[in-house]
């Protein structure tokens, strides 16, 4: 199984430019999330889904669209890039996120850095 | 909104040696999770722990589910060079989103 797939794995964006993130996972996983990487910051939840055609804002969704057409892939766009938005992008997930072991087993992707000028 | 206070934020060991960090909140967490990240790859989890007072050990790392249930603590025993890494907590309330610390970035001198 190749698990949670993220490409690319590095991007440099001009200001203003937009982009999509791609996220894909091959464990029939129901939920699936994005999440951001600064230092100093840890890691902080940008949007998550839990089923094809549900999705919902987390911490820090400003600037950040995402949709769920199919179960496997979760892409996370950036409408119009910013300096801000420059960190190390995490895609992340679980078979469900029901129940009392819901982080237990959370798989992360290898992460996109994001550079924008 | 929920929040965890990991220490330290950086350590620089000998091999050989303990490490221990932290994570404090101002919330109760029904669940403790401790994860690794190393360098250019996502994290990765080591232990889970879902009870008040729970010790749970992996190889040479063992963590603990505070009593108060508003801290956990990991320890690693005779560290060695791949230990190399960010370590990070990551707590679960009632708001049932995942919530994570600052990290504790880990350097082993062999």
Redesign the interface.
Known sequence: NAG?TQTPKFQVLKTGQSMTLQCAQDMNHEYMSW?RQDP??????IHYSVGAGITDQ??VPNGYNVSRSTTEDFPLRLLSAAPSQTSVY?C?SSLS?TG???????F????TQLSVL | GQQLNQSPQSMFIQEGEDVSMNCTSSSIFNTWLWYKQDPGEGPVLLIALYKAGELTSNGRLTAQFGITRKDSFLNISASIPSDVGIYFCAGQGGSEKLVFGKGTKLTVNP
């Open positions: 949670v999440y100093g910051m840890g890691l902080r939840l987390g911490e995490f992340a996120w009392d072991k819901k982080g237990e087993k959370l992360f992707g290898s992460g």
